[in-house]
Structure formats: C-alpha cells, structure tokens
C-alpha cells in the first residue's frame, strides 16, 4: 500500500491507482460493506462491546494504509505533521508509534465496523494503576485531559453484533445535517480537553491530570467540534435586540399622543366647565348664595322728593268707599283741618245720594263713617265730615296761579281700590278748558273745569285726590282722565290712563269747598246772558231768546249793564281767545263773583270791548 498522498491526510491508493477520501478519524474501517462506505462513529456512553482477548476492547486495531498503523495504541496524525519529541518521562512519542501496553487496555469511546455494521462503543473503564501512558493526541484535536484515550479500532478486526441502524448506510457517505459532502473528509469528533504542548513529555497520568498543559490554538474549523449524535446544546434564550424605529413614525406616534392628550384635557376642562357653569347659573357661584346688600339706612328722604313728598301727605290721603241707590264706588279725598273735613269730587259722593254710606278708610288702617256737608256739580266738588276721629293732619294747600307747565307733581289715589298708590310725573298744560258729566239729559251734571293738565298716571279711584307740587303742597284735585276712546270721564272709564290726566285747580277748589263748609252752597260767578251752544264758529254766541222763555241778556244784570246785545259774538277774556261756549263759561266759573272782566266782542263785523263785574249765582 501507498501511503497517503501529500496534501491529503490519510488518503491511501485504490487499485485504479486513485487516492481514496480520507475517512474521519476514529470511525469503523471500511471494507466491511459492499460499496466501501465508512461508518460513522457512534456518540460516547453508548452500549458498550464486549472485551477481546488479545487484550484490546472491541475490534483489534488494524492499521492500514494512510491511516491508523504501527503498533497498537499508536494513532496517526493524519495531518503530515512532524512528530513531536517526547519528553523524558514518555515510553513513547506523539506521531510515532508506541509500545503495548503490558496490561488489557481499557478504552472507552471506541467505534469499529464490520461489513458495513457499527460496533457499540465500550464501557468506560478505569486508568491503569501504574505507568501505563495514554494514547498520543492527534494533532490539530483536543484530547481528554486525564482518563484513557481512545485508539482508532484496528481494520479487519472483528467486533460482535450490534444491533442495526435505523438507515441504511449513505452510499456517498454523506454526513447528515449537512455537513460537507464526499469530497471533504469528515471532521473528527472530538470533545474538549486539555492537550500537552508539543514537547512536552507525557507521563504517568496522574501527572497529565494533575498538569494539563497548554496547547496550540487549532485552526479554526467550523466542523471540528460536531457530533451529531450529541444531545445538542440548549442556549438560553436571549431578547431580540429592539428595531429602532423610524424618527418620522416616531415623531407621529408622539405628536399623535400630544393630540389625543390634548383632546381629553379639553374634553374634560369643558365637562367641568359646564357643570361649574351651570353651577354659577342656578345659584350664582359654588356653595352657599350670599348677595351682597345695603345696609340698614335711615327711612328719612329729601323733603323735596317723591318718596319725601309721599311721606308727608299719605297720612293725610284717604279712601272712600261709598254705596246706595244700587250703585256703588271707590274714590279719594284728603283732609281739609282737624274738625275732619275731607275735600273730594262731587261724583265720588254722588251715588249715597240722600240715604246712602260713606266709609272713610284712612292711612294707617282706621276706618270712620262720614256724612255729606255740601257738593257742587257744576264745580264737582264735594266736602265730606268725619266724626270721633283725633290726630288728623290737614294737607297743606298751594297756588295753582303760581303752577307752570313743566313743573313736577305728585298723584295719591286709589286707583281700582289699591289705597295709597303713588305716582308722579309733570304738569303738561293749564287752564285747559275741560267738560265732564252730562249724564242727566237738563244738564245739571255738567261740571266746566279750567283744569291743570297732567301726564301723572291717574286711574279710576284716584277722583278727588290731592295733586301735589314739588313741596308737598296741594295744587288740584284730581277729577277727570281722557279715556282711549276720546270721552271725557270723571271716572275715566275702565281703559286705564294715557297720559292725560286733569284735576281742579286748587284755587278754585278752596273758595268752593269754603262756601260747603259754611253754607252747603257753593255761588257760580254769571255774566247774565243766554249762549247759544249750537253756534259752530268761532267764539260764543249770545243766542237770540232766552232758556225760560225770557231775554237772552238778563236785565240788570252784568251783561245788560255792559251793553251786551243778543247775536254778539265774544271772542276773548281778559285778552285770552274763546273758541266756544262751554269756554267761556270755563273762563267764567275761574273766577269769583264780583272780579271785573274785559270781554271783546263782535257786532255787524265790527269788533268792541265792554267790560263788566260778575254777578253770583246759588249752586246746585
């Protein structure tokens, strides 16, 4: 046989003359089988084969060429690596071949083949006891560190049955979990241990256990420690290093996060926004309502004020309620003096007639029958008298010549029997020529009125109450409102006010309340002549006959001494113009008998003035 070709360890020559593949040291010898395929070695500590008796383990070592030769127990470096020396304790050299052993060699580990069938290794055995030295490492393998090695099982030695594999043999040899193919030779197996240096002399092996020496690095070789019958290796399982993530996505990923945390706080400040808004709504703030308020202030006001002016004259502003005849009313008065007469509108009284009640019901509550002292419809005022009452407090009276338009005035009534309402506004007009009653078809109920305009509200009720100015003082008695409809009525309808309220001046009021006082009359001034009330032009007509039958200029009279002449038309009064009759009878009444008064006049269209002393007239 030729030995192995350079370059090739372990090849050996074919009878063609080509160089067989190395097979993998330590596996079966071939031959065995019918195409020459080697067996691989099995895993250690398997079923062990039973000794020989030429005192090897197993199969005999057999060497052949190329491959395992020399005596037993010497291994092939299979590498064409010089031999390294021996050191001066060794029986032999690494590479070369070395005595028997004296003793049976115990040798676990160890694979044979025979006709293709792999041989179980040998049981594990103990060291010899004295100077056997172990088989020499391989170069470029790691041997055991201490224990017995393992020779290569000689060619053609025979092993005992084993049992057979589960596969067939590969015809290629093909290492299985794909190791190189057939035309690689198969890497040793070999386990880590620690390998004497070259040089270094190997003895007993209490010393190569008790100094393992160090060796050369092997070249690297990624099939070098593969067993593929190991139990393989477990590594722990490790966490995946983390995939840095894109910047962008990342970017969005937190300013989504921004937005929805942004979304929620505002979600959430809005809830608690309307809560607490409604919170505020129903009781103005949280917790308990507390509004801030005035203190207590002196109940004193400026005498020249409404609420001042009210102070002083509503304990002086009563109420009455009157009925009989049917007929029943409301309306007002005000205390004349301390004897208890009380100043009213004859239109108020005029529904007790001669039998009827008059209650009067005072400021402070207190009520007190009251009898008729004497009425005027013409004047439409009335004097009532109340008897068994102390303390009352007269309203001090004023001067209605003194009244301009524009100044402030105070109403005091009971408007729709609510006692004691107040109201306030200015005067609007004076000497407004007004007309009220004629509800009685002679006409006897008419009342002529030089009244004083006002926008205070005045309402059905406030009829005979005081009209007050700026300082408290009685200026008018309240009498009459223009109603929606255009009537005139000293009850003013049941419409209510607008704006147009007249009263009595006060003036007129005190002479005619004086002469009830003292006489139950009151005296109407007179010119003594007859109007013609149909005359639709302007001024007033002296009608052409007398209402009785008798001339229309009263002889002896004031007109007849003036030189008053029927059919004369007066067109002014002490210089104020006279559109009509009911005028001039105004103007008339707004005067006293026995005050002078220039009349213009025209006659046959010329224009004269006379002048004249009024004459008195008893009342009714």
Same mark, same amino acid.
């Given at each position: 046989?030729?030995?192995?070709?350079?370059?090739?360890?372990?090849?050996?020559?074919?009878?063609?003359?080509?160089?067989?593949?190395?097979?993998?040291?330590?596996?079966?010898?071939?031959?065995?089988?019918?195409?020459?395929?080697?067996?691989?070695?099995?895993?250690?500590?398997?079923?062990?084969?039973?000794?020989?008796?030429?005192?090897?383990?197993?199969?005999?070592?057999?060497?052949?060429?190329?491959?395992?030769?020399?005596?037993?127990?010497?291994?092939?470096?299979?590498?064409?690596?010089?031999?390294?020396?021996?050191?001066?304790?060794?029986?032999?050299?690494?590479?070369?071949?070395?005595?028997?052993?004296?003793?049976?060699?115990?040798?676990?580990?160890?694979?044979?083949?025979?006709?293709?069938?792999?041989?179980?290794?040998?049981?594990?055995?103990?060291?010899?006891?004295?100077?056997?030295?172990?088989?020499?490492?391989?170069?470029?393998?790691?041997?055991?560190?201490?224990?017995?090695?393992?020779?290569?099982?000689?060619?053609?030695?025979?092993?005992?049955?084993?049992?057979?594999?589960?596969?067939?043999?590969?015809?290629?040899?093909?290492?299985?979990?794909?190791?190189?193919?057939?035309?690689?030779?198969?890497?040793?197996?070999?386990?880590?241990?620690?390998?004497?240096?070259?040089?270094?002399?190997?003895?007993?092996?209490?010393?190569?256990?008790?100094?393992?020496?160090?060796?050369?690095?092997?070249?690297?070789?990624?099939?070098?420690?593969?067993?593929?019958?190991?139990?393989?290796?477990?590594?722990?399982?490790?966490?995946?290093?983390?995939?840095?993530?894109?910047?962008?996505?990342?970017?969005?990923?937190?300013?989504?996060?921004?937005?929805?945390?942004?979304?929620?706080?505002?979600?959430?400040?809005?809830?608690?926004?309307?809560?607490?808004?409604?919170?505020?709504?129903?009781?103005?703030?949280?917790?308990?309502?507390?509004?801030?308020?005035?203190?207590?202030?002196?109940?004193?006001?400026?005498?020249?004020?409404?609420?001042?002016?009210?102070?002083?004259?509503?304990?002086?502003?009563?109420?009455?309620?009157?009925?009989?005849?049917?007929?029943?009313?409301?309306?007002?008065?005000?205390?004349?003096?301390?004897?208890?007469?009380?100043?009213?509108?004859?239109?108020?009284?005029?529904?007790?007639?001669?039998?009827?009640?008059?209650?009067?019901?005072?400021?402070?509550?207190?009520?007190?029958?009251?009898?008729?002292?004497?009425?005027?419809?013409?004047?439409?005022?009335?004097?009532?008298?109340?008897?068994?009452?102390?303390?009352?407090?007269?309203?001090?009276?004023?001067?209605?010549?003194?009244?301009?338009? *524009?100044? @402030?005035? %105070?109403?005091? #009534?009971? =408007?729709?029997?609510? $006692? +004691?309402?107040?109201?306030?506004?200015? &005067?609007?007009?004076?000497?407004?020529?007004?007309?009220?009653?004629?509800?009685?078809?002679?006409?006897?109920?008419?009342?002529?009125?030089?009244?004083?305009?006002?926008?205070?509200?005045?309402?059905?009720?406030?009829?005979?109450?005081?009209?007050?100015?700026?300082?408290?003082?009685?200026?008018?008695?309240?009498?009459?409102?223009?109603?929606?409809?255009?009537?005139?009525?000293?009850?003013?309808?049941?419409?209510?006010?607008?704006?147009?309220?007249?009263?009595?001046?006060?003036?007129?009021?005190?002479?005619?309340?004086?002469?009830?006082?003292?006489?139950?009359?009151?005296?109407?001034?007179?010119?003594?002549?007859?109007?013609?009330?149909?005359?639709?032009?302007?001024?007033?007509?002296?009608?052409?006959?007398?209402?009785? *039958?008798? @001339?229309? %200029?009263?002889? #002896?009279? =004031?007109?007849?001494? $003036? +030189?008053?002449?029927?059919?004369?038309? &007066?067109?002014?009064?002490?210089?104020?113009?006279?559109?009509?009759?009911?005028?001039?009878?105004?103007?008339?009444?707004?005067?006293?008998?026995?005050?002078?008064?220039?009349?213009?006049?025209?006659?046959?269209?010329?224009?004269?003035?006379?002048?004249?002393?009024?004459?008195?007239?008893?009342?009714?």
């Amino acid at each position: 046989m030729n030995e192995g070709k350079p370059g090739t360890p372990g090849a050996s020559e074919g009878p063609d003359g080509d160089f067989e593949l190395a097979r993998p040291i330590g596996t079966a010898s071939p031959g065995t089988g019918p195409d020459g395929d080697y067996e691989l070695r099995r895993p250690l500590d398997t079923a062990a084969a039973p000794p020989s008796t030429d005192g090897t383990s197993g199969a005999g070592a057999a060497a052949g060429p190329g491959r395992l030769g020399g005596t037993p127990g010497a291994v092939a470096s299979g590498t064409g690596a010089e031999p390294t020396p021996a050191g001066p304790d060794a029986g032999t050299t690494i590479g070369g071949a070395r005595p028997a052993d004296t003793g049976a060699e115990h040798i676990t580990g160890v694979e044979t083949a025979e006709h293709g069938a792999p041989a179980a290794p040998a049981p594990r055995a103990e060291p010899p006891a004295s100077g056997h030295s172990g088989p020499a490492p391989v170069p470029g393998a790691e041997a055991p560190a201490s224990g017995p090695t393992r020779p290569a099982p000689a060619h053609g030695a025979h092993a005992p049955a084993q049992p057979r594999p589960l596969h067939d043999p590969d015809p290629y040899s093909t290492p299985p979990y794909g190791e190189p193919g057939p035309w690689a030779p198969a890497p040793p197996v070999q386990h880590p241990a620690a390998t004497p240096a070259h040089g270094v002399a190997v003895g007993a092996p209490e010393a190569v256990s008790a100094a393992p020496v160090a060796q050369e690095a092997p070249a690297a070789d990624p099939w070098a420690r593969y067993d593929p019958w190991a139990a393989p290796a477990v590594a722990p399982l490790q966490q995946a290093d983390p995939v840095e993530e894109d910047v962008k996505r990342r970017r969005g990923r937190r300013r989504r996060t921004l937005i929805g945390g942004a979304l929620i706080i505002a979600l959430v400040s809005g809830v608690a926004g309307g809560v607490v808004g409604v919170q505020l709504e129903r009781s103005g703030g949280i917790g308990a309502v507390e509004l801030p308020q005035a203190g207590v202030e002196a109940p004193d006001r400026d005498p020249d004020s409404v609420a001042g002016i009210a102070a002083q004259a509503l304990p002086s502003v009563v109420t009455l309620h009157v009925s009989g005849g049917g007929r029943a009313g409301t309306g007002t008065g005000f205390v004349l003096d301390d004897r208890g007469h009380i100043l009213t509108n004859d239109h108020v009284v005029e529904p007790a007639g001669e039998n009827g009640d008059i209650t009067v019901t005072f400021h402070s509550g207190d009520t007190a029958e009251a009898t008729v002292v004497g009425r005027d419809s013409g004047y439409d005022l009335a004097v009532v008298r109340v008897k068994g009452v102390r303390g009352l407090t007269p309203l001090p009276l004023g001067n209605s010549d003194n009244v301009q338009v *524009g100044d @402030p005035v %105070v109403a005091i #009534g009971a =408007p729709f029997d609510l $006692a +004691g309402t107040v109201t306030s506004g200015i &005067i609007s007009a004076r000497e407004r020529p007004i007309t009220a009653g004629g509800e009685k078809g002679d006409g006897s109920d008419v009342s002529y009125v030089d009244a004083l305009q006002t926008d205070a509200p005045i309402n059905p009720g406030n009829s005979g109450g005081p009209l007050l100015d700026g300082k408290g003082r009685v200026i008018g008695i309240n009498s009459a409102i223009r109603s929606a409809d255009g009537g005139l009525d000293p009850e003013g309808g049941q419409s209510g006010s607008i704006g147009l309220g007249f009263a009595i001046p006060i003036n007129q009021g005190k002479r005619v309340a004086e002469e009830l006082i003292e006489t139950g009359k009151a005296t109407h001034p007179v010119i003594g002549i007859t109007l013609d009330m149909e005359y639709s032009g302007d001024g007033a007509r002296v009608a052409a006959e007398g209402s009785d *039958g008798g @001339p229309p %200029v009263s002889t #002896g009279g =004031p007109g007849a001494k $003036a +030189g008053i002449r029927p059919g004369d038309v &007066i067109t002014e009064v002490d210089g104020r113009p006279v559109h009509s009759g009911e005028e001039l009878i105004v103007k008339t009444r707004a005067h006293r008998p026995g005050d002078r008064l220039e009349l213009t006049l025209e006659r046959d269209g010329e224009e004269r003035t006379v002048s004249l002393v009024l004459g008195s007239s008893g009342g009714g």
